[in-house]
């Protein structure tokens, strides 16, 4: 069966299609959903007609391409928006789906779910809007923490001043607690670890294959944030061929997630390009 998951989030709409237990491809589209939620608290009209229509095309495209089942999520900015019910209601208008949008709690279980599996170990999904923190072992969930802080929010709010970052994140660290994850292999999943790893890595195409498994250090995570901090965002596009809405926000991404780390007393982590949209189809059909 050829199955796909649309996965709209703060800062893209993502497509994958799956058959027999395979990943076919995965695509990508920047549409900003979540930008200014921070300051209005609501979708603007023009991010819920760009994500709209983003859905819509994938809709066709998976139809195209032979789909028998087409799920769409959304996460941190639709649920969090005074007016998310306007966004379901609109891509519902022009494609005929409904859209779950997913508490904090599923968030991170399908990020878990599609990058760790019933392994021991935990995950770190940094997105436009929230940022989850799950560990798991001996097939139990030993901690699981959703925040509301992501790259997206942090440009709106301190866009790539080092300082106004380093401010608006340290009280959103002690959201997650007390607890430390130096004793568990952990994961980086989401944007701001597949773009560090590709940049890490001198990709200028991105190469799921060559992200899946390699490793990020804290050390590298803080280089990579200055020198991103440092970088004009028409450099940043260049050096990582993508665009500005993706550049612009990496910065901020890359310094949370180095805070983050430090926070959880996390030396390193393992990037992986398998993820929610995985994670979400296992969790709806017990496999992909």
């Known amino acids: 069966m050829v199955i796909s998951a649309i996965d709209i989030g703060s800062n893209s709409v993502r ?22 939620l921070s300051f209005s608290g609501k979708l603007s009209p023009v991010a819920i007609e760009r994500s709209a229509k983003a859905v819509s095309d994938y809709v066709q495209k998976a139809k195209n391409d032979g789909a028998q089942k087409i799920y769409a999520f959304a996460t941190a900015a639709v649920r969090g928006a005074q007016n998310g019910k306007k966004f379901l209601t ?41 940022t989850e923190v799950t560990v798991q072992q001996g097939g139990k969930t030993l901690y699981s923490k959703s925040v509301d802080i992501g790259a997206v929010r942090l440009y709106d ?30 994961c980086g999943v989401s944007g701001t670890a597949t773009t560090l790893a590709a940049l890490k890595l001198g990709l200028k195409v991105y190469d799921p ?14 280089n990579l944030a200055d020198l991103l901090l440092a970088t004009p965002i028409e450099k940043i596009c260049d050096m990582l061929t993508v665009d500005s809405r993706r550049a612009d926000i990496i910065a901020g991404g890359a310094t949370l997630l180095a805070m983050l780390m430090k926070k959880l007393k996390i030396d390193k982590i393992t990037v992986s390009d398998s993820d929610n949209l995985e994670g979400y189809v296992i969790l709806k059909e017990g496999k992909l």
């Open 90 to 130: 609109r891509v519902k208008s022009l494609c005929g789906i409904d859209v779950e949008v997913l508490s904090g709690e599923t968030e991170a279980k399908i990020a878990i779910l599609g990058a760790v599996g019933n392994r021991d170990g935990g995950i770190i999904d940094l997105g436009g809007a929230s």
């Open 15 to 36: 497509l994958a299609t799956f058959a027999d237990g395979k990943t076919l491809y995965k695509v990508l589209t920047t549409t900003r959903l979540g930008e200014g």
């Open 209 to 222: 294959k060559k992200i899946q498994g390699s490793t990020l250090t804290i050390s590298e995570v803080e």
């Open 157 to 186: 709010l301190a866009g790539r001043d080092k300082q106004k970052l380093t401010s608006v994140i340290l009280p959103k660290l002690e959201e997650y607690g007390s607890f430390t994850a130096e004793n568990f292999d952990m």
